[in-house]
Structure formats: structure tokens, C-alpha cells
């Protein structure tokens, strides 16, 4: 075992502990501006500009996951991970960027902030009610997420890692049951450019360490030579799996809301172009992090590679550069689970509640709601790190999983899909949503196809099928 504590320095605390005071300071300053109505507390009010939009955008699409889960991968995988994941990562991303997201801004109808909202929209109330029922389950990733940020303050300070995890998550559920949208714009700024300057100083640890990345990937080599292959050694269908993967901010609910945040469509390819940028060399830094760590303590990369890579955070780092990274783990972890936390909870009020059993539920009573489900939700995530403390890649690949195979198809087609019916909407996320569950769990990925592949071909045929079947009939009903 690593002894971090030895090494973390008062310094180190007093960046953390500052860190921590000004996001409490943020959500009890912004409260009062969010609490005009649910949409000034979900989307700001549609007021966001490109600055804050780059901090809000990286620091939803880059979480702990980025940092600690592609550091696992870097240790277990290699630099393979960057060819079948972070590159197609930023690729897929694009059309979602420059074309998708001005899109969903510019032409949606003001009332649609939630994604069940836009479900309704583009098909009907039955399809808003499943989609807003399945995307609650997804959101176990946030307790997977603080799990990473729990451990690492654990693993710094000695205390008992049940006692990190509450402390984190009830700082995170504060601020964000204070201040909304609002509150996550300001700090999510913020944790941008702490994670910026984070990855760009552990970069630079790492390469003065190792007097240069040749040395480091020769050694990596040495160890196990496809870790220094675009493969590494995957066969097809485990990389196609990765590749897909990476088309989960398509069906991702903080990609929606941001974009409806946004105060023009132009807005967003301008900001959204930066972050992927931004987010290639950030993804990197962590996975060449990862493959320092299984050069500079095997032992613990072969037990727990989150343990090595935090051990190579703190070797490379002098003092007070190693609070600092601590922060951007912590800037990660909070941005992104106060955003889901805050969109839970819009999902309970607004989309359930108010949509289907209290549809004269006023503002005030919304807002307030929302804000009781963020602290019942967030109380239970915490309870839920139990079980991801076995590392946040599986969370990643189950949750993120999921949510790609069943949405991502009643979503697009909705966008583009000129001859959609509600019922096409209705039962290609029904079926495939139990589809999941058979191929996944029931069958154990027959033949080795990735679940999320199998599914999304699986909803595009019930989609076309259902929508040939169904369409002229409801056009007739339209034109009644």
C-alpha cells in the first residue's frame, strides 16, 4: 500500500480546503437567481454565453471517469485505449457539436428543457413517461463517480472512506439543491480551468520523470508488447464495443440540457469545437498516467490501478500541485454529478409529478420539490458507492451502456427522421430497453456481440418497422 498521507503537504490542504469553501460560497450566491421558476433552476434561463458554455460542456462530457477510468484502462490496456476509444471519442462527437446541438437550441420549442420533454415533442406523453422512468437507473454511475472522488481523499487524509464519500456527497448535494444551473455554470468555469492546468502539469511531471515519453512507452513495451498497439490485442467485436461507446453524449441528458441552456445555436458549435479539443489532449495526459502507473508500482497496478495512478499523481507532483490535481478529480467528480443530480431530480418533479399526476403544480412548488428529490437522491448514491468500489470502469460500461442502446435510436430518429410516429418513439424504447436486459444479463452476449450493438440495430429495426406499419394511419389522424 501507497502511505499518501505521508506525502500530502498543508499546502495541498489548503487548496482543497479553499476549493471546497468558494463552491459552497458559489451555491449560497446564486441561490436567489435560481429560484425564479424550473427553468431558470434547470437551464439557467437559456442565458449561458460560449466561456461559460466551454466550462459547462467539458466539465459535464469530462468526469472521473476521464481521469481515474481512462488512467485504469491506460494501466490494463495501454495506449490501445486512445485509438478505439478517446480518438473516436472526439470524431462521433463533432456532428453533435457543429450540427445536433444548434439544432435542439435553435428549433425545439421553448416549454422542452428535459430530455423526456423533448420525448413528448417528437412523439407522445407514454414515450416522455418511459423515457423519464428509464433514466433513473442510469444514474447509479454518480454513486461510481463518488466512489473515485471518495477514495482519493480517503487514500490523502487516512479517515475512513465511508466518511469521504458523505462528506463529498453532501457538499455536492448543498450546492446543487442551493443554486441549480446556475450555481454548476459558475463553478463548472471553474473546475475547467483547474482540470486544464491539472493535465497540463501531471503531463509535464510524467515526461520529466521519465526524461521523455520514449522512455516510458519502451518500458511499457517491456512489460506486455500489445500494450503498445492500436489494438491491444481486443478482437473486433471488443473494439467496436469501445467505438460505440463513445456515442453516449448522443443520448446523454447533460448534453441536452446544456444545449438548452445556451443563448444561440452558434454558441454551441463555437464552444462545444473548443471542448473536444480540449478533451483529446485531457484523455491522453490520463491514459499515459495510467501507463506510468503500471511502470512505477506494478504491485499495486495488478491489485487496484486507481491506487497506482494516484501514486503516480503524487511522485511526479511536488507540493501543492498535488492538491491542485486532487482539486481537478474533485472538479470532475462535482460537476458531473451535481448536473445529474440536479437533472434526477427534474426528472421526478417536472416530468413525472407536474407531468402526470399534479400537471397545476406552480414554480415555487417545482422548484422546491426538485430540490427535496436532489437530496433523497444524493443521499442514496452514497449509500450506493458500495457497489463500485471495485472500479468505475464497469459502471462506466453498464450505465453509459445502456442508456446509448435504448435512447440513442428514439432520439435521433426523432430529430431526422421525416416519416416518425409516436408509436415507432413508444416501442422502439420499450423493446429495447428489455432487450438490453435479455442480451446482457439473460443470454451473457451470445456470440460476443457488445450489448450496446446488438441493441441499437435491434431498436432501428423496430423503429422503421413500426413506423411503416403506423404511419399513414397516424397522418390521417393529423389531418382530422
Known sequence: MINFAEIWSTLDWMIIVAYFAVIILVGLVMRKRA????????????????????????????????????????????????????IPTAILRLPLAVWIGPLVRNKIPDWVITMPDLMAYMYDKRTKLVMALGMLPPFLYEAALLTAGGQVISYVTGMNMWVAFVILGVIIIFYTSLSGLWGLAVTDMMQFVVMSVAAG?????????????????????????????????????????????????????????????????G?????????????????????????????????????????????????????????????????????????????????????????????????????FGTRVVIWCIGIFMIVATYFWQDGISKAYYYCGGFQVAAFIVPLMFGLFYRKKTAAAGFWSLVLT?????????????????????????FSMIVYVVVAKITYKGEEKKAIA
Open 35 to 86: 429560484s425564479k421558476n424550473m427553468k431558470s433552476f434547470f437551464v439557467a434561463s437559456r442565458r449561458l454565453t460560449i466561456p461559460v458554455l466551454v466550462g459547462v460542456g467539458a466539465a459535464s462530457w469530462y468526469d472521473s471517469w476521464t481521469i481515474v477510468g481512462l488512467a485504469e484502462c491506460g494501466t490494463t490496456m495501454g495506449i490501445c485505449i486512445i485509438f478505439i476509444y478517446v
Open 201 to 265: 502539469v501531471l503531463c509535464f511531471g510524467i515526461y520529466a520523470h521519465f526524461q521523455g515519453f520514449g522512455s516510458l512507452f519502451d518500458q511499457v513495451e517491456a512489460v506486455n508488447p500489445e500494450f503498445m498497439t492500436i489494438t491491444g490485442g481486443n478482437d473486433f467485436m471488443a473494439i467496436l464495443g469501445w467505438v460505440i461507446s463513445a456515442l453516449a453524449m448522443y443520448a446523454n441528458s447533460q448534453s441536452y440540457q446544456r444545449f438548452g441552456s445556451s443563448k444561440s445555436g
Open 267 to 367: 454558441d454551441i458549435k463555437v464552444s462545444y469545437t473548443c471542448i473536444m479539443i480540449f478533451g483529446l489532449f485531457f484523455s491522453t495526459v490520463m491514459v499515459i498516467a495510467g501507463m506510468a502507473a503500471l511502470i512505477t508500482f506494478p504491485e499495486a497496478a495488478a491489485q487496484a490501478p486507481s491506487e497506482a495512478f494516484w501514486g503516480v499523481v503524487f511522485t511526479t507532483l511536488p507540493i501543492g500541485l498535488r492538491g491542485l490535481f486532487v482539486a481537478a478529480l474533485l472538479s470532475a467528480v462535482m460537476s458531473t454529478v451535481s448536473a445529474d443530480y440536479l437533472i434526477a431530480g427534474a426528472v421526478v418533479i417536472h416530468d413525472i409529478v407536474k407531468g402526470f399526476f399534479k400537471p397545476s403544480l406552480s414554480d415555487k412548488a417545482e422548484v
Open 433 to 457: 430497453i428489455i432487450a438490453y436486459a435479455v442480451w446482457q444479463f439473460a443470454l451473457g452476449i451470445p456470440w460476443g456481440i457488445p450489448t450496446n450493438l446488438a441493441c441499437i440495430l
